[in-house]
């Protein structure tokens, strides 16, 4: 397919399961082998904003059909802090350098990862109007990770019926349920 854009309107390359495009020709480790390509899925979610929230992602290898989920909670969080969460533990999960599809319904996420973050870095870790950035310690372990994989965005809107998108906003809030409930 042609003309198809990202999140951000650029054209990003064959189709993904998201249905953007991605960019495969980066797909290689140092040696020239390819790199495994993995889908991450992921979510957070906060009931009020401060108060207990929850995180979850949902990995996919489709080369082998192997899929992995993890989720947690914390009691005193905000939901921006839940979504940074369940993409660190995703990458966390991770064995080896790869490939990876990220797909989120979060632009605070994604435009910190593909706009933001670099930024920061170079101002000293404050935005453009000279305020410290907030979730600094999310933001700092992301970018740790973010250099050990290839990472690739997809946006997608949240509770549009995307089953993975479904599935991880259904764990982050069991997740935090339970954690309420004392389970």
């Known amino acids: 397919m042609t003309g198809r854009r990202g999140a ?3 054209a990003v390359g064959p189709e993904s399961p998201g249905g953007l495009l991605l960019d495969s020709a980066r797909n290689v480790s140092v040696s020239g082998e390819p790199l495994p390509r993995v889908l991450l899925f992921t979510d957070g979610a906060c009931s009020g904003n401060p108060g207990p929230g929850g995180w979850a992602y949902v990995l996919r290898h489709p080369v082998s059909g192997k899929a992995r989920e993890g989720a947690g909670a914390e009691a005193q969080t905000t939901n921006n802090r839940m979504e940074l969460r369940a993409v660190i533990e995703g990458l966390t999960a991770l064995t080896r350098r790869s490939h990876v599809v990220l797909t989120s319904d979060s632009k605070y996420v994604l ?20 305020a410290p950035v907030k979730n600094i310690d999310l933001w700092q372990a992301l970018d740790a990770l973010r250099q050990k994989h290839e990472i690739e965005f997809v946006w997608i809107r949240g509770h549009s019926g995307h089953a993975e998108n479904e599935r ?16």
């Open 111 to 130: 435009d910190g990862l593909k706009t933001w973050l670099d930024g920061w870095k170079r101002k000293g870790w404050v935005t453009a109007s000279k």
């Open 8 to 10: 951000k309107g650029g």
């Open 168 to 183: 991880c906003d259904q764990l982050a809030v069991k997740a935090y349920q339970a954690l309420v409930a004392g389970r």
